[in-house]
Protein backbone atom coordinates (compact mmCIF):
# COMPACT_ATOMS: atom_id res chain seq x y z
CA UNK A 1 0.00 0.00 0.00
CA UNK A 2 1.36 3.65 -1.14
CA UNK A 3 1.59 6.31 1.06
CA UNK A 4 -1.39 7.55 -1.34
CA UNK A 5 -3.39 4.77 -0.84
CA UNK A 6 -3.61 5.11 2.91
CA UNK A 7 -3.80 8.98 2.70
CA UNK A 8 -7.10 10.48 2.93
CA UNK A 9 -8.22 13.89 2.65
CA UNK A 10 -10.60 16.12 4.06
CA UNK A 11 -13.59 16.92 2.15
CA UNK A 12 -14.53 20.72 2.21
CA UNK A 13 -18.15 20.96 1.85
CA UNK A 14 -20.28 23.93 1.25
CA UNK A 15 -21.86 25.45 4.43
CA UNK A 16 -24.44 27.68 2.65
CA UNK A 17 -27.35 24.94 1.78
CA UNK A 18 -31.08 26.36 3.22
CA UNK A 19 -29.75 28.36 6.00
CA UNK A 20 -26.76 30.74 6.03
CA UNK A 21 -24.18 29.60 8.79
CA UNK A 22 -23.65 31.70 11.85
CA UNK A 23 -20.14 30.93 11.90
CA UNK A 24 -17.11 32.10 9.54
CA UNK A 25 -15.34 29.01 9.07
CA UNK A 26 -14.64 25.59 7.00
CA UNK A 27 -16.87 22.94 7.06
CA UNK A 28 -15.54 19.62 6.57
CA UNK A 29 -17.82 16.57 5.37
CA UNK A 30 -17.14 13.51 7.83
CA UNK A 31 -16.66 10.33 5.91
CA UNK A 32 -19.17 8.16 7.12
CA UNK A 33 -20.18 4.21 6.73
CA UNK A 34 -23.46 2.83 7.30
CA UNK A 35 -24.59 -0.31 8.29
CA UNK A 36 -27.68 -2.94 8.46
CA UNK A 37 -29.03 -5.42 10.88
CA UNK A 38 -31.95 -6.80 10.69
CA UNK A 39 -33.60 -4.64 12.98
CA UNK A 40 -31.24 -1.14 12.94
CA UNK A 41 -29.29 0.92 11.16
CA UNK A 42 -25.71 2.04 12.60
CA UNK A 43 -24.13 5.36 10.96
CA UNK A 44 -20.30 6.21 12.25
CA UNK A 45 -19.20 9.11 11.32
CA UNK A 46 -15.35 10.26 11.69
CA UNK A 47 -15.27 13.52 13.59
CA UNK A 48 -11.87 14.31 14.65
CA UNK A 49 -11.66 16.84 17.55
CA UNK A 50 -15.90 16.54 18.90
CA UNK A 51 -17.11 15.40 21.80
CA UNK A 52 -20.88 15.02 23.32
CA UNK A 53 -20.73 19.15 23.88
CA UNK A 54 -20.02 20.02 20.65
CA UNK A 55 -22.11 17.90 18.09
CA UNK A 56 -25.54 18.50 16.97
CA UNK A 57 -27.94 16.20 15.53
CA UNK A 58 -31.26 17.83 14.26
CA UNK A 59 -34.02 15.40 12.88
CA UNK A 60 -36.36 17.58 10.68
CA UNK A 61 -39.21 15.81 8.95
CA UNK A 62 -36.83 13.17 6.93
CA UNK A 63 -33.96 15.06 7.26
CA UNK A 64 -30.89 13.94 9.84
CA UNK A 65 -28.30 16.81 10.20
CA UNK A 66 -25.42 16.50 12.03
CA UNK A 67 -22.88 19.64 13.31
CA UNK A 68 -19.58 19.34 14.81
CA UNK A 69 -18.24 22.22 16.08
CA UNK A 70 -14.11 22.21 16.85
CA UNK A 71 -12.60 24.69 19.10
CA UNK A 72 -9.42 26.03 17.47
CA UNK A 73 -6.32 24.65 19.21
CA UNK A 74 -2.96 26.89 19.32
CA UNK A 75 -0.92 26.63 22.09
CA UNK A 76 -0.17 29.58 24.23
CA UNK A 77 2.76 31.85 23.35
CA UNK A 78 3.06 30.77 19.82
CA UNK A 79 1.53 31.82 16.14
CA UNK A 80 1.20 29.26 13.71
CA UNK A 81 3.63 29.62 11.08
CA UNK A 82 3.16 26.22 8.82
CA UNK A 83 -0.01 23.53 8.81
CA UNK A 84 -1.12 20.26 6.71
CA UNK A 85 -4.10 19.78 9.02
CA UNK A 86 -7.52 22.27 7.89
CA UNK A 87 -9.08 22.85 10.87
CA UNK A 88 -13.12 23.54 10.51
CA UNK A 89 -16.59 22.71 11.42
CA UNK A 90 -18.40 19.13 10.20
CA UNK A 91 -21.73 18.93 8.97
CA UNK A 92 -24.03 16.56 7.06
CA UNK A 93 -26.93 15.49 6.03
CA UNK A 94 -28.85 12.16 5.43
CA UNK A 95 -32.22 11.35 4.15
CA UNK A 96 -34.32 8.97 6.65
CA UNK A 97 -36.71 6.27 4.66
CA UNK A 98 -39.99 5.53 6.30
CA UNK A 99 -37.86 2.36 7.55
CA UNK A 100 -36.31 4.19 10.22
CA UNK A 101 -38.41 5.04 13.61
CA UNK A 102 -37.85 8.44 14.11
CA UNK A 103 -38.44 8.42 18.02
CA UNK A 104 -35.86 5.52 18.50
CA UNK A 105 -32.57 7.01 17.28
CA UNK A 106 -29.58 7.08 19.72
CA UNK A 107 -26.00 9.01 19.43
CA UNK A 108 -23.07 8.58 21.46
CA UNK A 109 -19.60 10.05 20.33
CA UNK A 110 -16.25 8.61 21.66
CA UNK A 111 -12.59 9.66 20.23
CA UNK A 112 -13.71 11.61 17.56
CA UNK A 113 -16.35 8.92 16.00
CA UNK A 114 -19.66 9.47 16.23
CA UNK A 115 -22.30 6.71 16.25
CA UNK A 116 -25.54 7.20 15.66
CA UNK A 117 -28.02 3.53 15.98
CA UNK A 118 -31.43 4.47 13.51
CA UNK A 119 -33.87 1.50 14.87
CA UNK A 120 -36.20 -0.05 12.04
CA UNK A 121 -39.99 0.57 12.93
CA UNK A 122 -42.09 -2.17 13.38
CA UNK A 123 -44.95 -0.82 11.52
CA UNK A 124 -42.94 -0.94 8.08
CA UNK A 125 -42.74 -3.81 6.13
CA UNK A 126 -41.77 -4.34 2.65
CA UNK A 127 -44.73 -6.25 0.76
CA UNK A 128 -45.18 -8.42 -2.98
CA UNK A 129 -47.25 -6.26 -5.10
CA UNK A 130 -49.25 -8.46 -7.22
CA UNK A 131 -49.59 -7.50 -10.86
CA UNK A 132 -52.93 -8.50 -12.31
CA UNK A 133 -54.08 -8.59 -16.01
CA UNK A 134 -56.06 -5.80 -16.88
Known amino acids: MTDKTMEMEKQE ?3 VQETEPTR ?3 TYLPSANIY ?3 N ?3 ILADMPGVDESTVEITLDKNEL ?3 GYIKPYEP ?3 TQVYGEYGTGDYRRSFVLSDEVDRNSIDA ?3 DGVLRLVLTKSPDYKSRKITVKAG
Do not use: L, Y
Request: charged share 35%; proline share 0%.
Open 108 to 110: TVK
Open 65 to 67: TIN
Open 24 to 26: SRR
Open 76 to 78: EGF
Open 40 to 42: QFT
Open 36 to 38: EAE
Open 13 to 15: TDS
